[in-house]
């Protein structure tokens, strides 16, 4: 924090420091611009005329929201029976920010080469990835960033790396026709991306994906990675995923945890092989 | 205007390459004809009726030509068979239609005697029937002129108003989608683009009726069509100004979307020759061939094309793949042009799409922009607004919109498409719209003679800019013209896509004409 003293002050002791309050973690909440003041600004249209009816409305709304200090910044016309409003106001509610869990995909953040070099050393094959935008959706914007070599925001796409073989399925493609693929091609994860969200008609794909894949026992071969714009980890895993990458993720995020992820899969397998074989070994002794 | 200094020999070398382009694809387009094809011309006769199949509408077009099509006698044409039935009943196109489709009627049982359903006559009813159904199209054309006369209408193709301000509309329901069109227009919107549900190309059939669940959009049907064409006719007398309704012609039922779309008075429709090879993965053959006919139907009824070059730099890199858009321009200009079209129709798309934090980047825009506005002077050029680098942050996604306002209007587009705030989230909400045509008005009009006051600096960066980019351009098409264009398409020579002659959906609704094939529109549209 910015401390507003200054060094003729600090030599005289007996006088009180002045500084800027820091931030309570206790009790946060939205800072304008003095510590703790709730500030926020929202914007919405209410289907009616522009009226002091309609301002009295939207004040209304927003203190049933529990603002304070209401200020309506403007209201416009719109449009034949639409206003358009902008509103600040202070929210009391404070939240405990040392209490907060958030569930998060577990997985360093690594450099292309760094990637590269542990699938080399480590994996010592090339992993395989297929990517698809599913269902009926043709936006594929998320996909192409995360896969072609391009990438995103300077970060190049998974088929940049040399040790992935990332294959880009592209727009609209079908549940069972990406599982047949990724079957085919033997692939070890799958990347789904959806950016149509309207009648939650991405949470219904991806999860007949899951389906799918659990009736033909493919489920636990692959890992399965969910993105999209709208798309959050803990939302992924309840859709039956193994991770969810939403919006700002880059090329490199998704291959760090596809390696992560692997490595620790394989470790799991071989740590039941040795066990397995112990207690073979163990019988047999007996 | 402000002109960059261009060199105009290259510009006329690019339009003579892109005709050799096109030479042995109009061949391909004069020798075969689609099930897409075959249904728009029943459909511009009147059979536009639908039957219920398995609890869903399905159009009585689609049933008739598949019938034909089953016997392998799609080669001749759907109109023998089925205006010898029209003979033979004595009923109208559309009774025939929906009596095929309920199975009252088999379309290929034998001719009941008594009837003459000779070739001469059929050919005869035939040539009828299609000048009654051009007719039909030119009286829904002068309907649509007579309204926009009778308003204020602020289109000028090329540009000299300043550009048109465009929004789309996707709520997916047709009636929220009026409210939000008719919000627009009372805003400042000079045409509304109602967006398709996201699946609707790569259906082979139009959907039927007033629809009101879609995703990502609303479906293009006929009655939706009409309910906002409505609309939008009462919005246009109420403002005293014109306002223009957009839909989607492509996709595997593009001729079909054509023939609708003149019938229920649209203005403008996205059209492009290669839009579909490459982004909806449908077969090379069906799309070339298709996108002909369409042009045809939207050449007579002078409908505005707007094609898709703005989406090739979503996919490939914006900064190093601009001359892909000019290059493709050219060949779209060729293909329309085929297809008699005149050039004030042919709304030529592009997009930047370049990193915003390119360093002098609006000085790439700029000479993109402006090299476009010179190089198709006649033409109302379609200018799309930056998607690629939108994020959640609306406020610098507001401001980049705003840049790209500043763009179109100094370099003289003529149709703007105006960015949402919220492009990276959702569909417009009714403000997001209102807040970006504010925006639009705001410096359209702030900067209205900016273009004419300036000049461009002889080899400035600018300049310099342009001229990279038709090097590049002619270079890209000589390429195209050795290797053939579907041979460049599969190697990538747009968007880094790469598509097979054979491959893709809607390959097999391609048959070669027979030489007794019968179809007066090819003669009279």
């Known amino acids: ?286 | 205007m402000a002109e960059l200094h261009l060199d105009t020999t290259k510009i006329l070398r690019c339009r003579d390459i892109a005709e050799k382009i096109s030479k042995p694809i109009e061949s391909l387009i004069e020798t075969h004809t689609t099930v897409a094809i075959e249904r728009a011309t029943l459909r511009l006769l009147g059979v536009n009726g639908a039957s219920v199949q398995n609890g869903q509408w399905f159009p009585d077009c689609n049933l008739i030509v598949d019938e034909l099509a089953k016997t392998g006698r799609l080669g001749e044409g759907i109109l023998p068979s089925f205006v010898a039935k029209m003979l033979e009943t004595k009923m109208t196109a559309y009774e025939l239609g929906q009596s095929i489709a309920k199975g009252k009627i088999q379309l290929l049982s034998p001719t009941k005697s008594g009837v003459n359903v000779s070739p001469v006559e059929i050919k005869r009813k035939a040539s009828e029937l299609c000048s009654n159904a051009k007719q039909n199209l030119i009286d829904a054309r002068e309907k649509r002129d007579l309204l926009r006369k009778k308003v204020q209408d602020p289109f000028d193709p090329a540009g000299r108003n300043g550009p048109l301000l465009y929004v789309i509309v996707a709520t997916g329901n047709i009636y929220d989608d009026v409210t939000q069109a008719r919000a627009a227009a009372q805003a400042g919107a000079d045409a509304i683009a109602v967006i398709r549900s996201t699946a609707q190309s790569l259906l082979d059939y139009i959907p039927h009726g007033a629809t009101t669940e879609g995703f990502g959009g609303t479906y293009a049907t006929q009655e939706n069509f009409r309910i906002m064409r409505e609309a939008l006719d009462d919005e246009s007398e109420k403002l005293g100004r014109y306002i223009r309704l957009t839909n989607y012609c492509s996709g595997l039922c593009m001729p079909e979307i054509a023939a609708l779309g003149a019938l229920e008075r649209l203005d403008f429709l996205l059209n492009d020759a290669m839009y579909g090879i490459l982004f909806r993965d449908i077969n090379m053959q069906r799309t070339l061939i298709d996108q002909h006919f369409s042009r045809r139907i939207i050449a007579l009824s002078k409908i505005v094309i707007h094609t898709g070059e703005d989406n090739y730099l979503t996919t490939a890199d914006a900064i190093e793949n601009g001359h892909q858009v000019l290059a493709s321009q050219f060949i779209n200009e060729r293909f329309a042009l085929n297809a008699t079209m005149t050039q004030d129709l042919m709304g030529l798309g592009h997009a930047q799409e370049m990193s915003p934090e390119h360093t002098n980047v609006f000085l790439l825009e700029i000479a993109r922009a402006q090299m476009t506005r010179q190089i198709f002077p006649k033409s109302p050029i379609k200018f799309m607004p930056p998607t690629r680098y939108k994020c959640g942050d609306i406020f610098y996604s507001h401001l980049m919109d705003a840049m790209f306002n500043f763009v179109g209007v100094l370099t003289g587009q003529t149709i703007q498409l105006l960015g949402m705030a919220t492009e990276a989230m959702h569909t417009p909400l009714l403000q997001d719209r209102w807040m970006s045509i504010k925006n639009a008005k705001y410096i359209f009009n702030g900067a209205k003679d900016l273009g004419k006051d300036i000049e461009y600096k002889r080899g400035g960066m600018i300049d310099q800019w342009a001229a990279k980019v038709l090097d590049d351009t002619l270079a890209h098409l000589e390429m195209i013209a050795k290797k053939g264009l579907m041979r460049a398409i599969e190697e990538r020579a747009f968007a880094e896509v790469s598509r097979t002659e054979q491959g893709g959906k809607g390959f097999k609704g391609v048959v070669k004409k027979t030489a007794d094939y019968l179809n007066p529109f090819f003669e009279i549209l």
């Open chain 1, 1 to 286: 924090m910015a401390k507003v003293t200054n060094k003729t002050d600090k030599k005289k002791a007996d006088k009180p420091v002045l500084t800027a309050k820091t931030p309570d973690l206790k009790r946060l909440n939205p800072y304008g611009d003095i510590m703790g003041d709730g500030t926020i600004q929202l914007a919405f249209t209410l289907p009616v005329e522009p009226s002091p009816e309609a301002r009295e409305a939207a004040i209304k709304i927003c203190e049933g929201l529990g603002l304070q200090q209401v200020k309506l910044a403007t209201m416009e016309k719109a449009a034949d029976g639409f206003s358009f409003f902008v509103i600040y106001g202070n929210v009391t509610k404070t939240i405990d920010f040392t209490k907060i869990h958030v569930v998060k995909v577990e997985s360093k953040k690594r450099s292309r080469y760094e990637i590269d070099e542990i699938i080399k050393t480590e994996i010592g094959r090339k992993l395989k990835v297929i990517g698809a935008c599913t269902g009926f959706d043709a936006h594929t914007v998320g996909i192409d960033a995360i896969i072609n070599m391009k990438g995103f925001a300077g970060d190049y796409g998974l088929e940049r790396y040399q040790g992935l073989d990332a294959k880009n399925l592209g727009a609209q493609v079908q549940n069972d026709e990406l599982l047949d693929i990724a079957v085919k091609e033997k692939a070890d994860a799958i990347l789904v991306s959806k950016v149509v969200t309207q009648h939650n008609i991405h949470l219904k794909d991806f999860k007949d994906l899951i389906a799918r894949a659990k009736k033909r026992g493919l489920r636990d071969k692959l890992i399965l990675v969910a993105g999209g714009p709208r798309v959050t980890h803990p939302m992924a895993l309840e859709c039956g995923f193994d991770a969810g990458f939403g919006v700002g993720t880059k090329p490199s995020d998704v291959a760090s945890y596809i390696v992560d992820e692997f490595i620790k899969r394989r470790d799991k397998e071989n740590k039941k092989k040795l066990s397995g074989e112990k207690k073979k070994t163990i019988k047999a002794k007996k």
